[in-house]
């Protein structure tokens, strides 16, 4: 594993990723740390009854009007998600609204995770029926 700090878990793309001998995939060290992002930005706050507080509250936000005051609202809400990750490094996140219109939000993030030097890059878009959560650049 190359940061045992960012852990293994199983490989998720909307499903378990199954390998050809029936096994389940995994991830681990950075590409770990990074599906636990989306999995984090793609739930709801309070979707999961045991850990209310895992994830965003973003769907108040989908159809409201593009604001100052919502605008920073929604850079607090995410920054404040990725950073409740205790593999962030505290301080790092980053986050600007860079598109809103009554159907989508498009988010630029940067963050930091544990003993890795370069920065997390993320495209963040948030729509009526689809969350999206892109790595740019590591």
Same mark, same amino acid.
């Given at each position: 594993?190359?940061? !045992? ?20 995939? @995994? ?39 593009? @604001? !100052? ?16 990750? !205790? ?6 996140? @980053? ?23 370069? !920065? ?19």
């Amino acid at each position: 594993m190359s940061n !045992p700090v960012l852990g293994r878990d199983l490989a998720l793309d909307d499903d378990f990723v199954l390998l050809p001998g029936g096994d389940v995939a @995994t991830r681990e060290g950075l590409d770990n740390f990074v599906q636990a992002l989306r999995v984090r930005l793609s739930t709801e706050k309070g979707e999961l009854w045991s850990h209310p507080t895992f994830g965003v509250r973003m769907r108040r936000f989908v159809k409201a009007a593009n @604001t !100052p005051l919502n605008r920073m609202d929604v850079e607090v809400e995410v920054a404040d998600a990725i950073e409740s990750d !205790p593999r962030t490094v505290p301080g790092s996140a @980053t986050v600007r609204v860079v598109e809103w219109d009554l159907k989508r939000i498009v988010l630029e993030a940067t963050c930091r995770a544990v003993g890795i030097s370069n !920065p997390i890059n993320l495209v963040i878009g948030f729509g009526l029926d689809q969350i999206t959560v892109d790595v740019v650049f590591r």
